[in-house]
């Protein structure tokens, strides 16, 4: 049969092959992925779907290279597994422990583990759809050598994270082993109830398969998942894989239904129940609050058990429970760039692509729970990525080596043939859009026939105690013309001095470090900070904006962690653009404390080969000042515990100017993302006390590559003193070829009663001259009054747009009570902001 298409004479014969096990030597197996009255459905399949036969085929050919090679020498084919037969034994070695990382023996037995486990769940499968014994055979050898030498381990000692095989790390065991050793046995517990018998490795003989052992390893692997580990983060998600497989491999239905509800809804000190963890997300298109991978990885793991658990009790109705935790994957397009890239934050990735095989579960277990509308929504993504190519469902996954349960086989399995749903139905993410676990808020401006050349898009924000993330305060992206330009540092290794003591610290942000102190306290490993709150927006997350052309937020921070004096922080970002192709970010960003000598810096980094500073205002000089940030590199460091805040003394080849107060302008270029530079230029407000630095900073780990493993340039703009009453206010444009083709021309300060009011932006688009008055007050009480330009504005942030001939363009108010230019007044409603266009 091996290597041949099937047939309809196989499946006819293959339907009668395998005997069924039933209760009273346990439970009808196997049940876990699949159930005996599935199977002919599947055959069927495979029979008149060419890709499923395609998979079959694949899988099948897998299984029978481990078979021959198992059949050659069977005996010295199971001496492969990592027993340590130094070890002093009664009747049967247990297994070499894996206690370090990194060690090439510790590495190479967790892969063959690994493999021989991943290879028997393959063979597994093979047998439950042909029948044919020599495919359970070599799995239920494998098994039974695995479960004699796991039974006569001791689990670690530790209620941290003592494993059992990972004597330090359950929380990677329960994923590479122990959740693959319950299916192995499920698979083949028919087989084995038909009087199958396994090789003893010890004795070189045939004997019964060895189930009080493996009714041993489950309840371990039971009872470190319940009373081992941390909860309040991923891990107990990551676990419950194991936690449940191996409930299910239990054979006395009170044990399941006792155990069970550890995972559903009963919470432990060392286990959070699905119930809990699907509180957290309260609203549609939520995300868990972690890192993107975790975020990504508990909605996969949990959306996963809830298609196993409502294939097999129906009553439970999970997935109609808690259907706002799959949803959450659909959320994920609010968070990508125009260039598909995700937003950076803590020690998420930049690049993940569209989770298809999970949303293919979603769809799944929205179809078990009767929820066709939510199933046509996933099916639209789905059809979507087929149909560009993206999501090639005909190849089956290989054989997986890193920290996660394996799968593979479902893409047969669990294979869905024709989806509900209308690609044509996806509608575009929203203007703006917020993570209000970590205070980050998205703004983007995708009103283009290009969004990926011409689209605008960044966020504000940062902050909170999550797992995986940073003490970063307020950060910032820009993306232009492309890539994500403006970058924050991501993450190296974990566990090294630069992670700890750069990448997780405020340096590793585009931010403002107070009094050269900002730091964290308290929360996950230490790294707790406060989250960025929003003060105003518009448009509002999800809701409709007020203009095609304009939008913004302004949030705010307080640096209560700071080493010298704690900070007050705000920062207004906005998006403006001035034609389909034209357009700039705004950023102003306020920071004061009571600190007597207090100063604070504002850093920026951006993908480039080189910084200047251009527009050089007379007296500006740069010069060598290498230990400008070296005041922290002697603080203590304890790693996840004690670090050397706030991380900038990373920077290399520090060059800075003395304290002028007219400002030059920045500009970032990148000549290795496109055939053309990609630029980024900077226009600054003029400010008494300030100072101006260019540094190298650490590789950007989210950066395009190969700027990922270059330094990064950065500006870093001191004020001395108070940065609240004058603050930093900048300019961001991307520019594209040369420095020269941009449409901003000068950037000068508003003042109103000698304070600062916003910025007047002079554009030239198409051959047109644009005069922008963006006016940003603090609050919303300010008003702002110029008799000169007959302006009045009464509220938080406005843009007042003139054309060539000083004529009213637009008015466009984002937080305010009113605007009056030349006799007319313009009132916002109290739903949002207000959009005039003549």
């Known amino acids: 049969m091996y290597g041949t298409a099937m047939t309809a004479a196989l499946i006819a014969a293959f339907t009668c092959a395998v005997p069924s096990s039933h209760a009273g030597t346990g439970f009808e197996r196997p049940r876990i992925w699949v159930t005996p009255g599935e199977r002919v459905g599947i055959l069927e399949r495979i029979e008149h779907d060419e890709e499923s036969a395609a998979l079959f085929e694949a899988l099948q050919a897998r299984a029978h290279a481990f078979v021959e090679e198992y059949e050659r020498d069977t005996l010295d084919f199971l001496l492969q597994l990592p027993l340590n037969w130094d070890d002093p034994y009664e009747d049967f070695p247990p297994f070499h422990r894996i206690t370090r990382y990194g060690d090439s023996p510790g590495m190479e037995r967790r892969r063959v583990l690994m493999r021989y486990l991943q290879a028997s769940i393959d063979c597994g499968v093979i047998y439950y759809l042909t029948g044919e014994d020599r495919y359970a055979r070599v799995a239920a050898d494998v098994?039974?050598?695995?479960?004699?030498?796991?039974?006569?381990?001791?689990?670690?000692?530790?209620?941290?994270?003592?494993?059992?095989?990972?004597?330090?790390?359950?929380?990677?065991?329960?994923?590479?082993?122990?959740?693959?050793?319950?299916?192995?046995?499920?698979?083949?517990?028919?087989?084995?109830?038909?009087?199958?018998?396994?090789?003893?490795?010890?004795?070189?003989?045939?004997?019964?398969?060895?189930?009080?052992?493996?009714?041993?390893?489950?309840?371990?692997?039971?009872?470190?998942?319940?009373?081992?580990?941390?909860?309040?983060?991923?891990?107990?998600?990551?676990?419950?894989?194991?936690?449940?497989?191996?409930?299910?491999?239990?054979?006395?239905?009170?044990?399941?239904?006792?155990?069970?509800?550890?995972?559903?809804?009963?919470?432990?000190?060392?286990?959070?129940?699905?119930?809990?963890?699907?509180?957290?997300?309260?609203?549609?298109?939520?995300?868990?609050?972690?890192?993107?991978?975790?975020?990504?990885?508990?909605?996969?793991?949990?959306?996963?058990?809830?298609?196993?658990?409502?294939?097999?009790?129906?009553?439970?109705?999970?997935?109609?429970?808690?259907?706002?935790?799959?949803?959450?994957?659909?959320?994920?397009?609010?968070?990508?760039?125009?260039?598909?890239?995700?937003?950076?934050?803590?020690d998420g990735p930049r690049r993940m692509g569209r989770p298809y095989s999970v949303l293919e579960r979603a769809y799944k277990l929205a179809r078990l729970n009767g929820q066709d509308d939510l199933a046509e929504r996933y099916g639209a993504w789905i059809l979507k990525g087929i149909a560009s190519g993206d999501y090639d469902r005909s190849n089956l996954p290989g054989h997986r080596f890193a920290a996660t349960i394996y799968t593979a086989p479902l893409a047969l399995l669990w294979r869905v043939e024709e989806f509900a749903g209308d690609p044509d139905t996806i509608e575009e993410p929203s203007r703006t859009f917020d993570l209000p676990f970590t205070g980050i808020f998205i703004q983007r401006n995708t009103e283009t026939e290009d969004p990926l050349r011409y689209g605008l898009m960044g966020f504000v924000g940062g902050g909170g105690d999550f797992v995986h993330g940073h003490a970063s305060g307020m950060d910032m992206e820009l993306y232009g013309f492309g890539h994500v330009l403006g970058v924050t540092a991501g993450r190296s290794a974990y566990g090294t001095d630069i992670h700890e003591n750069y990448y997780r610290l405020f340096a590793g942000h585009n931010t403002v470090i107070a009094n050269g102190a900002s730091a964290s306290d308290g929360g996950w490993v230490n790294l707790g900070v406060e989250v960025s709150q929003l003060v105003a927006m518009e448009p509002m997350p999800g809701k409709t904006a007020a203009s095609p052309d304009h939008s913004f937020s302004t949030i705010s921070f307080q640096d209560v962690h700071n080493l010298v004096a704690p900070a007050d922080q705000q920062r207004t970002f906005a998006l403006i653009r001035t034609s389909p192709t034209t357009g700039y970010y705004l950023d102003v960003f306020r920071s004061r404390s009571e600190y007597e000598g207090q100063f604070h810096d504002y850093i920026y980094r951006n993908v480039a080969d080189e910084l200047v500073f251009t527009d050089i205002p007379e007296g500006f000089e740069l010069r060598d000042e290498p230990e400008r940030f070296h005041g922290n590199k002697d603080l203590p460091w304890q790693r996840n515990r004690t670090f050397r805040h706030p991380g900038w003394h990373f920077f290399e080849d520090v060059r800075t100017s003395g304290v002028v107060e007219q400002s030059p302008r920045a500009l970032f270029t990148a000549r290795d993302l496109e055939e053309v530079p990609v630029m980024m230029r900077v226009f600054m407000n003029d400010a008494e006390n300030r100072s101006y630095t260019k540094v190298h900073s650490p590789p950007s780990w989210v950066a395009t590559p190969p700027y990922n493993e270059r330094q990064t340039p950065a500006i870093v703009v001191r004020q001395k003193g108070d940065a609240w009453e004058t603050p930093f206010a900048k300019v961001f444009e991307p520019l594209y070829g040369d420095a020269d083709s941009g449409s901003v021309r000068e950037v000068t300060t508003i003042y109103n009663a000698d304070r600062f009011a916003g910025l007047e932006v002079l554009s030239e688009v198409d051959g047109e001259r644009l005069r922008q008055m963006v006016l940003i007050y603090e609050d919303g009480e300010g008003t702002f009054r110029c008799e000169e330009t007959d302006l009045h504005f009464e509220g938080h942030f406005a843009v007042v747009t003139l054309d060539a001939g000083d004529a009213l363009r637009s008015v466009y108010i984002g937080s305010g009570r009113s605007l009056t230019f030349r006799g007319k007044t313009f009132r916002p409603s109290e739903a949002g902001g207000l959009y005039y266009s003549r």
Do not use: C
């Open 143 to 346: 098994l039974g050598v695995i479960v004699s030498a796991v039974a006569r381990m001791e689990p670690g000692e530790s209620s941290f994270n003592g494993g059992i095989i990972y004597p330090n790390d359950h929380l990677k065991e329960a994923r590479i082993f122990g959740a693959q050793i319950p299916l192995v046995y499920d698979f083949v517990a028919s087989y084995l109830r038909e009087g199958g018998r396994v090789h003893d490795v010890v004795t070189g003989e045939k004997r019964d398969f060895p189930l009080d052992d493996a009714d041993t390893v489950f309840r371990a692997y039971v009872e470190r998942a319940i009373n081992v580990g941390l909860v309040n983060n991923n891990w107990p998600v990551l676990e419950s894989p194991s936690l449940v497989h191996n409930i299910l491999a239990l054979e006395d239905p009170s044990d399941v239904e006792k155990f069970l509800p550890y995972y559903l809804d009963t919470d432990t000190d060392h286990q959070t129940s699905l119930k809990t963890t699907a509180a957290l997300y309260e609203n549609a298109g939520d995300l868990y609050p972690e890192s993107l991978q975790y975020t990504v990885a508990v909605a996969n793991f949990s959306t996963y058990l809830m298609v196993v658990l409502d294939r097999l009790y129906p009553e439970l109705n999970l997935g109609r429970k808690h259907w706002k935790l799959p949803y959450s994957l659909l959320a994920l397009e609010s968070i990508r760039f125009p260039n598909f890239e995700l937003i950076a934050f803590g």
